[in-house]
Every structure is written in structure tokens, then in C-alpha cells.
């Protein structure tokens, strides 16, 4: 708290005196110069009085700036947090836009882009449903990000789920770069699970054959590509007439998988497979080679890994 100070000089039998008071005490004396002599003047009095009352005003001032000081910083700090109130929020719904559009993302291949765009939606749909009062980015917390992840784990395998970690861990610090994230992404210091290695049993040839004799339709021809090319999936599932050469007997490609290297691979047509894609009219070899089966494949390839596991299971 500021001290209060007033006073004055005034002369009185041909002395001159000086009357103030500090937070309410009065001080009156008749004023002597530096040598102890009466002083003689008005001018002289005033330096005398404001020599006894420096000490006094020049507290007062220091406190007069500490207080401006902290208004300012007061001030300061108000104007800070409402432009920051005031700053549009990325919503979680628009992020994955955002995170396509950001020049500081890996350039991932696009049929990763599509699976990646697949485990964002998940996430986004999980948040609406078990916590709709944080729609932004920044409103996902480290204990969100735990309990979706524990919630993965209940339904998918664990190399899946860090799957699903990894990338969404990718986009909130992709993100970060431009939406500011108090904690960081949430998903940073979540351990991957460990994954078991499953060790897979080598198929038999009347399994193989079971499986052929249950598989129909586009399910079929996609089996048939796979075991007579050996392509992997992705390839059996996105070939192209235009990939196909019946007339040379071979197929041409761009795996999927080193796509970024531009490398392209031939693989000669065995006559079982042969056989099988002869089977289509020559008008109709155009587009994909089984086009329901790419369709649903760019929509969620996990949907087609699911329908060729479980006729292998069905078939023992």
C-alpha cells in the first residue's frame, strides 16, 4: 500500500518552518540549511522540505510503477488469452483434410492414405460417441488416446492396434506443427503393444483344394491370381486388364508395396490361370480384373483380408 505525504513552508518570526505530515503523523519544525543556520529563503525551504519527505515519495513512486507494472502485465495477459479464446480450433472432423493438405507429412503411397484415412474416421467416430463435449484436436487427452487404444485391443491384434497408434500419433504431430497442443500428442508416450508372433502351419493341398471347391465368384478368381502369380494381396485384389497379357503370357506390374521405387515386375501366365481369366469375354476386359473385389478393397482392405481368413478357416 502507497504512504501518504503532504506539506508546506511558511515563515513565522522572521524564521522559516516547515509543516507535513506522513500516513497521518504531523512533523512541524523551524528548517536550518546544512551548516545548522536558520534558512533565509523560500526557495530554500522547499529544497529542506523536500529533502525530509524524499525518502517518503520516493517509496511512494517505486510502488506507483510495480503497480502500473502489473496492470500492464494484467493487461497483457488478458489480451493473450482472448486471442487465444478467440482463435478458430481445428475440429477433429476436418483434421484428417488438414493433414492431407500439410506439406510436413510423409508422402505415403496412396493406398496407405486410404487406410490411414480408415483408422482417423474410426478414432473420429469413437470420440463422437464417448466424449461429444470435445470436438476439437486439442480436446483429446493422453487418457482419450489410452482408452481407445484398450478398447483396439479388446477387438483387433496387437500389431493392428500399433498400427492404429502409430498413425494417429503421426497426425496430432503432424498437426502440432500448426493447431497448438498444450500436452503434445496424446498418443506419444503410449508403449506399443507387444505383438505375438504366430506361427503359421503350412498349407496341405486338400486344404488348398477345399478351399478352391468353397470359393466362388470374384473370391475365386482372386485365389487364383494370388497362388498362380504370387502377388500379394493388394496386387491380386487392384490388377488390371491393362496389366494382363494373354496373348504374351505375361502379367506387368508395380507391387503395391515398393510402389515409391517405381519398380515393375513380370510373372509369366501359368495355364490354370490362364484358364480362369480366358473365361471373361474379350470386350469385357476393362478395369479391374475383379472389380467388386477392388472396389471394397479401396473402400476398407480389412474387409477383404477378413473374407479370405475366414474361408480359409471354414475350410480347416
Known amino acids: ?41 523560500a526557495e530554500a525551504a522547499r529544497r529542506e522540505l523536500d529533502r525530509l519527505t524524499r ?7 517505486v510502488e506507483r510503477l510495480r503497480l502500473v507494472s502489473d496492470a500492464l502485465r494484467h493487461a497483457e495477459t488478458t489480451a493473450d488469452a482472448a486471442i487465444e479464446a478467440a482463435r478458430p480450433r481445428l475440429a477433429l472432423a476436418d483434421a484428417w ?31 463422437a460417441e464417448r466424449r461429444p463435449e470435445a470436438p476439437a484436436l ?24 500399433n498400427k492404429h497408434r502409430a498413425l494417429l500419433d503421426l497426425v496430432f504431430r503432424v498437426l502440432g506443427e500448426r493447431e497448438p497442443l498444450p500436452a503434445g500428442s496424446p498418443f506419444a508416450k503410449i508403449t506399443p503393444r507387444r505383438a505375438v508372433q504366430a506361427h503359421r502351419e503350412e498349407l496341405r493341398p486338400e486344404t488348398l483344394w477345399r478351399v478352391f471347391e468353397a470359393a466362388n465368384g470374384e473370391l475365386r478368381r482372386l485365389l487364383f491370381v494370388g497362388l498362380y502369380s504370387g502377388q500379394r494381396l493388394a496386387d491380386c485384389a487392384l490388377l488390371t486388364w491393362e496389366q494382363v ?21 513380370s510373372v509369366p501366365l501359368v495355364a490354370h490361370l490362364r484358364s480362369e481369366l480366358e ?7 476393362q478395369g479391374y480384373v475383379v472389380p467388386e473385389v477392388a472396389a471394397h478393397y479401396l473402400a476398407n482392405r480389412d474387409r477383404v483380408t477378413d473374407r479370405v481368413q475366414a474361408l480359409f478357416r471354414r475350410c480347416g
Not at 516547515?18 to 545548522?36: K, M, S, W
Request: proline share 4%.
Open 138 to 161: 486439442a480436446d483429446v487427452t493422453a487418457e482419450d488416446a489410452e482408452a481407445y487404444l484398450v478398447d483396439l485391443a479388446g477387438r483387433l491384434a496387437a500389431g493392428t492396434v
Open 97 to 127: 483434410t488438414t493433414y492431407v493438405g500439410s506439406m510436413n507429412r510423409p508422402q505415403s503411397g496412396e493406398a496407405t492414405m486410404r487406410q490411414y484415412s480408415l483408422q482417423w474416421a474410426a478414432f473420429v467416430r469413437w470420440m
Open 55 to 61: 525518502p517518503v515519495t520516493a517509496t511512494a513512486e
Open 279 to 285: 473365361t471373361t469375354p474379350e470386350a469385357e476386359r
Open 1 to 41: 500500500m502507497s504512504r501518504t505525504t503532504t506539506g508546506r513552508t511558511y515563515k513565522r518570526g522572521g524564521r522559516w518552518w516547515v509543516d507535513f505530515t506522513i500516513d497521518g503523523h504531523r512533523t512541524r519544525r523551524a528548517l536550518n540549511d546544512a551548516d545548522g543556520k536558520p534558512v533565509k529563503t
Open 245 to 265: 497379357d494373354l496373348r504374351a503370357g505375361f502379367i506387368t506390374f508395380r507391387p503395391q508395396k515398393t510402389r515409391r521405387l517405381d519398380s515393375v515386375v
